[in-house]
């Protein structure tokens, strides 16, 4: 996808993007991230409109960030004190926002309300994390992060740790990391935590090769990129299951001191007790970076599919 074809796409799963634009991106984001102050106000006669179903401080904020950056003006639903807590259906709702803005960005706890969304509005739709399995922008920042940090994706070997059931990250992440060449993917986790067979079929389809274990430690001294997520406990459709895995792994110091040199940890946030507060001082620890690159890579994002640079 060349960038004149970006313009207007809808951005619902990182699965419906190649390499190549991928890579396209992620090298205009890198300007962006290089210095996002001096961004030319591309996007200054446009309005985007942010409408979050459900809680969250990264995703609604940096894409607001990223298009005030770049000159837009952010409208924002909060739903609720909004027209929603009288019964609206969220078609509506999306038409609504169609009629007001140039780009709709929605978060959604159910999978697919994106994807309405994008069939409902005329504008382009982002989707900014619906269900356990797509969180597209997130996916791209993770991506943006390692080769930012790293120099390359291809070739390191990655370990994907805690809960790859339903953290969407995850998932997201599995699926931007089939569109390149990894050394080696594992999965870490407890049993009832691993992929969903939606998830692991579709990675099969895709050729990513993964291996399933339990522990980190097994692989520790060999991966360059520790990817760890929170066990999502408002996704547990029973609390008693959630109850069996938390606090089943916890990242300190001592369980990286036999880390690779050189490795990075990642975490899309916020944490609970997975991640000691006393590994933020060490060199590896590159998940706030990691954070503060989701507004160079949705400026970018929003850049390409409003074509703010091309006009
Ligand atoms: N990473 C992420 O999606 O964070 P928020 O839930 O705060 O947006």
Redesign the pocket.
């Known amino acids: 996808m060349s960038r004149d074809a970006w313009a207007g796409t809808d951005v619902l799963s990182i699965l419906d993007f190649s390499r190549a634009d991928i890579e396209t991106l992620l090298k205009e984001a890198s300007t962006f991230a290089d210095n996002p102050k001096s961004a030319k106000k591309s996007l200054k006669d446009e309005i985007v409109a942010t409408a979050f179903f459900e809680?969250?401080?990264?995703?609604?904020l940096s894409f607001s960030a990223a298009a005030l950056r770049l000159g837009a003006k952010v409208i924002d639903l909060s739903p609720d004190v909004s027209s929603v807590l009288k019964g609206e259906s969220l078609a509506d709702t999306i038409r609504m926002l169609d009629g007001y803005s140039d780009l709709i960005v929605i978060?959604h706890p159910s999978e697919g309300a994106a994807l309405l969304a994008s069939e409902v509005a005329t504008v382009p739709v982002i989707n900014?994390?619906d269900g356990s399995q797509h969180?597209p922008s997130?996916a791209m920042l993770d991506l943006f992060t390692v080769k930012r940090l790293m120099g390359r994706i291809d070739g390191l070997n990655y370990a994907v740790v805690g809960d790859i059931r339903y953290a969407r990250?995850a998932a997201s992440l599995l699926y931007g990391l089939s569109k390149f060449k990894p050394g080696s993917v594992h999965l870490i986790s407890p049993e009832s935590l691993r992929p969903r067979d939606e998830v692991r079929d579709t990675l099969l389809k895709l050729g990513l090769k993964t291996d399933q274990l339990a522990n980190l430690d097994d692989v520790i001294a060999d991966v360059d990129v520790i990817y760890l997520t929170r066990i999502q406990k408002e996704r547990f459709p029973d609390p008693n299951e959630y109850e069996k895995v938390k606090g089943s792994y916890r990242i300190t110091k001592s369980s990286l001191a036999r880390a690779k040199k050189g490795s990075i940890v990642l975490h899309?946030?916020?944490r609970t007790n997975e991640l000691a507060y006393e590994v933020d001082s060490l060199p590896s620890a590159a998940y706030m970076k990691q954070?503060r690159f989701g507004v160079p890579v949705r400026m970018a994002l929003l850049d390409l599919v409003l074509g703010g640079s091309t006009r």
Do not use: V
Request: charge should be positive; aromatic fraction near 0%; avoid cysteine.
């Open positions: 809680p969250s401080t990264r995703t609604r978060r900014g994390g969180h997130q990250s899309a946030l916020p954070a």
